[in-house]
């Protein structure tokens, strides 16, 4: 296990939204996305996006963003990661469940309706293995897959890497895997918000409803959560593992993140841990100085030393 802080010197332009920050000049550009859908067995849709090709196999690059029910091809951050991580794989996104591309749906605090109903850690981890079934299926696919998850994303990752023995690398990416989110969400909350958690996690599990919600989430996305700790199914996963995390991260305390790549080591997994003290969950520094670029290229070396 190695651990690397870094302190960075050249600056950028301000970060708006986790990942959602202009592209780099010389990153190679994201194809255009073309929209696919799967089915779950109760016939609900999963919807996923997956880069054009030119021809020929490719590795597969999985990135899921973090809450919310934005429209993923809506949200520039993705593929400006995949442009600077990854650029010889084909970007695969996954929409949040609930979450149709191009559909008209009504709209309940900001989010559709079944956003709200299906919304969870696991469903999001059940819907990445639908996707990759697809996958499978798709000739372009060389059977090769590494997965990128950022805030509760990261989380997903975790809990799907074991699942898919495709991967060939988890990044985890401002997620703090080594606590439960209970802990975690304890601790990046206000105090008298935070007083208030454990009787709305009661409650949450006493009625899981997608119709109440808490602190911007739906009391069954909390009933599934609380006491998920992400470290613990990402040790069962066989492939190389990078965790990236800002010290000055308010959203995901970078305890948290600490936490989990102590839990991996002990577990004797092969991991990694990148730490920027003077970044924030969005890779920010104090002044809004955008260093999301030297982060995904020190990603892009690792992942180039752990996949070859």
């Known amino acids: 296990m190695r651990i690397q802080t870094f302190v960075l010197k050249a600056t950028c332009v301000a970060a708006l939204m986790l990942l959602a920050l202009r592209p780099a000049v010389s990153a190679a550009e994201v194809g255009p996305l073309e929209r696919s859908v799967v089915h779950r067995a109760d016939g ?3 919807s996923f996006l997956v880069e054009a090709g030119a021809g020929g196999t490719q590795d597969a690059l999985i990135i899921l963003q973090g809450t919310g029910c934005r429209e993923v091809s809506d949200n520039p951050s993705a593929a400006r990661v995949a442009e600077l991580l990854a650029p010889d794989h084909r970007l695969v996104l996954i929409n949040q469940p609930g979450v149709i591309a191009g559909a008209e749906v ?8 079944d956003y709200w109903e299906r919304s969870t850690l696991h469903q999001r981890t059940l819907d990445m293995l639908l996707v990759v079934a ?5 000739d372009w696919w060389s059977g090769e897959l590494v997965l990128f998850g950022g ?4 989380a997903v990752v975790a809990l799907a890497a074991a699942l898919l023995p495709e991967t060939q690398a988890a990044i985890v990416f401002s997620s703090g895997a080594g606590m439960t989110v209970r802990e975690l969400i304890r601790r990046a909350l206000p105090p008298p918000v935070a007083a208030d958690l454990d009787a709305q996690i009661a409650a949450a599990r006493d009625h899981p409803s997608g119709g109440t919600r808490w602190a911007g989430l739906s009391y069954k996305w909390w009933a599934d959560a609380a006491d998920v700790m992400p470290a ?4 069962l996963s066989s492939a190389p593992i990078l965790l990236i995390h800002g010290a000055q991260d308010t959203s995901s305390p970078v305890e ?3 936490a989990g790549r102590d839990y991996l080591t002990t577990a004797g997994k092969d991991v990694v ?9 969005f890779m920010r520094e104090a002044g809004g100085e955008d260093r999301l670029p030297e982060v995904m290229e ?4 690792w992942l180039a030393g752990a996949t070859r």
């Open 44 to 46: 609900s849709p999963v």
């Open 106 to 113: 009504n709209l309940v605090d900001g989010c559709p309706t």
């Open 134 to 138: 697809e996958l499978r299926r798709r």
């Open 151 to 154: 805030s509760e994303g990261g």
């Open 232 to 235: 613990r199914a990402l040790a």
């Open 256 to 258: 948290a993140a600490r």
């Open 273 to 281: 841990y990148f730490e920027y003290p003077a970044l924030d969950h």
């Open 298 to 301: 020190d990603a892009r070396r």
